[in-house]
């Protein structure tokens, strides 16, 4: 008897591809298109690509990595929202060097508009320098942190701190304190996102 012959499923002809666009503070630019299986659940899929990729400038901008988080779908279109960003390991590598102190500073920020941004700083130092200079160093950050989120929407604030904004700022705070040879947010994350319900309440008639 002839062998009954199981029809093999192509997956990849069953997924649906989503093109996708970077939010609207970068320039709603197209960055990616991916496959997805159900669309409805697309929304928790996070794209990554540089920041060199979406301005196309400055090539020290390869060293910026960017994500962002699909938030909605309009069908073969996927809108996002920024969900944070870091230094490249090779950037971070190359700004640690001998004779120098590194000073570290991490903490939750709230924008005007309610979303929370976990914001990680760092700083190196022309030369050594002690507990108080660290702790001046750390102090400035968040004065400067807390006036631009307080004064800020999310896509504001967020466009401030991957364009290097607010690090200059904090730097020209900071080396009140001590001469620097670094300052800058090597990373941020997206903690909370207020809901579209909040969203909606919050904005002016």
């Not at 230094?87 to 001998?98: A, G, I, N, P």
């Not at 590194?102 to 700083?123: C, E, F, P, Q, W």
């Not at 904004?165 to 705070?173: Q, Y």
């Not at 080396?175 to 579209?196: D, E, F, N, W, Y």
Request: without cysteine.
């Amino acid at each position: 008897m002839p062998r009954k012959t199981t029809k093999v499923k192509d997956k990849w002809r069953e997924k649906t591809w989503l093109q996708v666009y970077a939010p609207s503070t970068f320039g709603s630019v197209a960055v990616a298109k991916i496959p997805v299986t159900d669309v409805a659940n697309a929304a928790v899929r996070t794209v990554e690509t540089t920041l060199f990729d979406l301005l196309k400038q400055d090539p020290n901008h390869y060293n910026i990595k960017l994500y962002m988080k699909i938030d909605r779908v309009e069908g073969d279109n996927a809108y996002t929202i920024f969900k944070g960003h870091e230094y490249s390991r090779e950037f971070m590598r190359s700004l640690v060097r001998r004779g120098s102190s590194m000073v570290n500073y991490v903490s939750d920020y709230k924008t005007r508009d309610g979303y929370v941004l976990r914001i990680y700083v760092i700083a190196f130092t022309e030369g050594r320098v002690n507990g108080s200079k660290k702790a001046g160093i750390r102090k400035a950050a968040d004065k400067i942190l807390k006036e631009k989120a307080s004064s800020m929407t999310y896509d504001q604030f967020v466009q401030e701190i991957v364009l290097n904004k607010v690090a200059s700022d904090i730097f020209n705070e900071a080396k009140k304190v001590t001469a620097l040879r670094h300052l800058g947010i090597r990373k941020t994350k997206l903690i909370l996102q207020p809901s579209k319900v909040e969203e909606k309440a919050s904005t002016p008639a």
